[in-house]
């Protein structure tokens, strides 16, 4: 069982930045894959940003070059800093730990992005 707790959200105008964080109740040591998702309303959940314990990332497309995933295994928190944000980035952010057998979810926190 993993608890995950997402938080930093909020309203920002275009071109600022936020930083969202995902607390894990579980050690960040045993979870190979952590990422974060969005969704915007009305729309299907999709990738933002994933990250293994060794380190690789993988982006969606439209983030590369403003986010950046990363986290911290001694705090077993997970971070996601966004820059330059644009209102297409409104949605709700979701933390995921992925293991081989079942996916864990954060209740999500929302950002807002306003032109």
């Known amino acids: 069982q993993v608890q995950l707790v997402e938080s930093g959200g909020g309203l920002v105008q275009a071109g600022g930045s936020l930083r969202l964080s995902c607390a894990s109740s579980?050690?960040?040591?045993?979870?190979?894959?952590m990422g974060w998702y969005r969704q915007p309303l009305g729309k299907q959940r999709e990738l933002v940003a994933g990250?293994?314990?060794?380190?690789?990332?993988n982006y969606a497309d439209s983030v590369k070059g403003r986010f950046t995933i990363s986290r911290d295994n001694a705090r077993d928190t997970l971070y996601l800093q966004m820059n330059g944000l644009k209102p297409e980035d409104t949605a709700v952010y979701y933390c995921?730990?992925?293991?081989?057998?079942?996916?864990?979810w954060g209740k999500g926190t929302l950002v807002t992005v306003s032109s």
């Open positions: 579980r050690s960040l040591f045993s979870i190979n894959t």
């Open positions: 995921n730990a992925h293991f081989p057998s079942f996916d864990y």
């Open positions: 990250i293994t314990t060794g380190g690789y990332t």
